[in-house]
């Protein structure tokens, strides 16, 4: 198998930028076409992406050309996220056999990660609500898309950014989304009781987050009532327990260097790698440029790397399919093949 990527940019979203990605992939990987092609580009060809894949179809000499449109794109040499672009990773693959249990690589346009694909198979990628997705150079009606890679086996690393605020504390009352009292205190007084002092009096609230678990994706905080009671985005349970986070820098490029370096201990040195990414995450998060990709660049150098920002990451996690927020997951591929 032979691999590469390639990110372009333009003024306007036409169809020569994926040709023009999906064609310079193609000669730095050195072959004249692909087996298999993922595509993104970005939102603003979401009014009219169609004549953009048929051009990265023609360029590749295949059908089989799957993705979306995102907020933002990167390759490991960079990312882009305000200006039209087209990224494309491209496969050769003598070795056309997908394992049935290996993850499906999925994309999606909805809000939510649809009922369908909670459990179904194990399944890996992000959504973009009110983007578009396509497979087999067409675009998807129902707003999804998916591809399995042949002849590849993919590890997971995935970083929440969430740094835990104190222990775990019970659930006292709620109703419906609201959370009224935590552990023997109104809502937001345990909020407050947990932060740092200096975010004490004006708390960060698109950055605090409830968890049921470490690991689990968060809770926003979508209101602070006159009460003390908080508003969620999901509803919690009496005598539930229940965690304070909050997503800071610092904690998000930790997670994601730890992850990295105990893969590099671990395992042979990927063939490629796809990232996942939060719109909310990424430059916009760490301020004029991208840690978590220069954390990739630095733990795998020369890796052919393709990845999108987008609004929701698809995660599979204890058996099921999970969507994050604010998150990034990273599916590092291993092939004896490239």
Known sequence: MK????????????????????SHALSLAGVDRADNVLLFLSRDYARNPQP?????????????????????????RGWQLDQSAAAAMIFSAPDSSAAPDELLISFSSHALLPFGWQTDKPRAGFLDSDGVTWSQSRLAENGCAEIRLP?????QTKSTGMRILGESQVVDQCRGY????????????????????????????HQIAVLRHADEPGMAI?????????????????????????????????????????HREHHVPPAFALMFSCIGRGPLFYGNDDRDLQAFREHFP?????G??????????????????NAILTLLYE???V
């Open 3 to 22: 691999v590469a990527s390639s990110l372009v940019t333009g003024s306007r979203p036409v169809a020569e930028l994926a040709h023009e990605a999906v």
């Open 52 to 76: 953009a894949v048929l051009a990265a179809a023609r360029a590749a000499g295949c059908l089989s050309v799957c993705g979306g449109t995102a907020s933002g794109l990167l390759t490991e």
């Open 151 to 155: 002849g590849v086996s993919a590890c």
């Open 178 to 205: 609201e959370l009224q009292q935590v552990g023997g205190h109104r809502a937001i007084d345990s909020l407050r009781r947990s932060l740092p002092p200096d975010l004490r009096e004006h708390p960060p609230w």
């Open 222 to 262: 979508l209101t602070a009532n006159a009460d003390g009671s908080l508003m969620l985005s999901d509803t919690l349970a009496p005598g539930e327990s229940m965690l304070w986070a909050i997503r800071q820098p610092l904690a998000a490029e930790q997670q994601i260097r730890a992850a990295f370096a105990n």
């Open 302 to 306: 020369d890796t052919p790397l393709l």
């Open 308 to 325: 999108a920002y987008g609004t929701g990451q698809i995660i599979h996690r204890d058996g099921n399919n999970r969507l994050y927020h």
């Open 335 to 337: 092939s004896s093949h």
